[in-house]
């Protein structure tokens, strides 16, 4: 069956240091895959998109890098700071029209 | 410019009642979606609208839920009867881009149904 995983537990990180949250995928073939940012209480919100023909992209402090042989995409916040803390969501796009998205990670960034 | 505006923002309904919300996406965003967001779990995509025809609602529970996009700007949808089970946030999203494309999502701030 199809399966989107990201990890359930919440991150716990101290500011400054770097959060890696993952995005598994199993019996999918997406084109592209999205990372949004929600806040308790939100929508949410588009941060980065990479293409199934790019290893990596990069926006401010964020980093995406998506390897299709792995099934994997990996979500890098740099130098973090308390107001990163939220949860972290994957949807992946393909042919089949619509995105799926992960259940989402919660990143908690401490002082 | 304004984002995808929802209401209401919360409602508590008894099983059996009925309920609708309402969404005005973007000005000028020909896709509109409606996504189901139960606690702990990612959005599920409920229906998808190109301009005011229905594109994809292969997971609309179609027995209770409908949604309708007139003049292919606002859109409403309704459960009626409601189930403990659609206890969740409905959030309507809208995106300048034909389905299918690889354009991103805005979403509004959700409607949070409590079915008692």
């Known amino acids: 069956s199809q399966k989107i995983e990201q990890n359930s537990e919440a991150l716990n990180i101290q500011e400054g240091k770097t959060a890696t949250l993952t995005c598994n995928y199993t019996n999918y073939s997406p084109a592209y895959l999205q990372w949004y940012r929600q806040d308790p209480g939100r929508g949410p919100v588009f941060l980065l998109l990479i293409r199934e023909n790019e290893k990596e992209k990069r926006k401010e402090r964020l980093k995406v890098t998506f390897d299709t042989t792995l099934k994997q995409s990996l979500f890098h916040i740099t130098a973090s700071q308390p107001a990163d803390s939220a949860t972290y969501l994957c949807a992946l796009g393909g042919s089949w029209g619509k995105l799926q998205f992960g259940a989402g990670t919660q990143v908690v960034v401490t002082p | 410019e304004a984002g995808v505006a929802q209401s209401p923002r919360y409602k508590i309904i008894e099983k059996r009642q009925s309920v609708a919300f309402w969404c005005n996406p973007i000005?000028?965003?020909?896709?509109l979606y409606w996504y189901q967001q139960i606690l702990g779990q990612g959005p599920k995509l409920l229906i998808q609208f190109q301009n005011n025809g229905v594109v994809d609602d292969s997971q609309l529970p179609k027995d209770r839920f409908s949604a309708e996009r007139l003049k292919g700007v606002d859109s409403t949808l309704k459960i009626q009867p409601a189930k403990l089970e659609d206890s969740a946030v409905y959030l309507c999203?809208?995106?300048?881009?034909?389905?299918?494309?690889?354009?991103?999502?805005?979403f509004g701030e959700g409607s949070r149904l409590t079915v008692l």
């Open positions: 999203a809208s995106s300048p881009k034909a389905g299918g494309s690889t354009g991103e999502l805005f």
């Open positions: 000005s000028g965003h020909a896709t």
